[in-house]
């Protein structure tokens, strides 16, 4: 009977975290939504992250995409705001020297070292991020979003004219990969 009670309320406690996580994710900028694991092994092929490479997932949620960034021999940072997403990719990838999960909000993110940056984010936080994304991506440095396109002003430096924004359909889901060019 004690077994039962405790399996109970560690399952309720763990319930009550995830609906707050949910909660803080909307508030800070975006729900979790899980993607697919081949699309995002598409998409880091795509932005052609290589080994040694410095790779950020902005909201990694359950770190999936770090987990596949690994693979390609990157050191992967995963920065999440949702305390449940945090805490289960941080048990997840505690194995893995090269990866790191950083309990942090996107906009107070340093990106000036990446490599390659990953984002599945809603249009509107996208829109909020794009400046930063401008002012803080060295040269050379790839920006995938899955899912939505990301608006520049028109004197950036990105890549974004239809010839130079490559723009993939992938598992039905349109990945956009942008190229830092200051
Ligand atoms: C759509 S999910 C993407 C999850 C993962 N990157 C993937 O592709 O499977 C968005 C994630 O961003 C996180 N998030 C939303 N706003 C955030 C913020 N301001 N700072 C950090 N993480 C945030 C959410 O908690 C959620 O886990």
Not at 7 to 30: D, E, H, P
């Amino acid at each position: 009977m004690i077994i039962i009670l405790i399996f109970v309320t560690v399952f309720a406690l763990c319930l009550f975290l995830w609906q707050i996580s949910n909660m803080v994710s909307v508030f800070f900028g975006s729900l979790y939504v899980k993607a697919d694991r081949k699309l995002i092994y598409n998409s880091l092929k795509l932005a052609q992250l290589k080994k040694g490479e410095i790779f950020y997932d902005l909201g990694c949620g359950d770190g999936s995409s770090l987990i596949e960034a690994a693979k390609f021999g990157a050191r992967a940072t995963g920065f999440e705001i949702s305390p449940y997403y945090y805490l289960w990719t941080k048990l997840r990838t505690f194995r893995d020297r090269n990866i790191k999960v950083v309990y942090k909000n996107i906009k107070e993110v340093d990106l000036s070292k990446a490599d390659v940056v990953y984002c599945y984010l809603l249009p509107e936080f996208l829109e909020k991020l794009s400046s930063k994304f401008q002012k803080e991506l060295k040269s050379g440095a790839r920006l995938i979003s899955v899912g939505f396109p990301i608006e520049f002003t028109k004197n950036s430096t990105f890549s974004t004219g239809a010839s130079k924004v490559d723009n993939y359909q992938i598992k039905n889901h349109q990945v956009y990969i942008y190229k830092q060019s200051l």
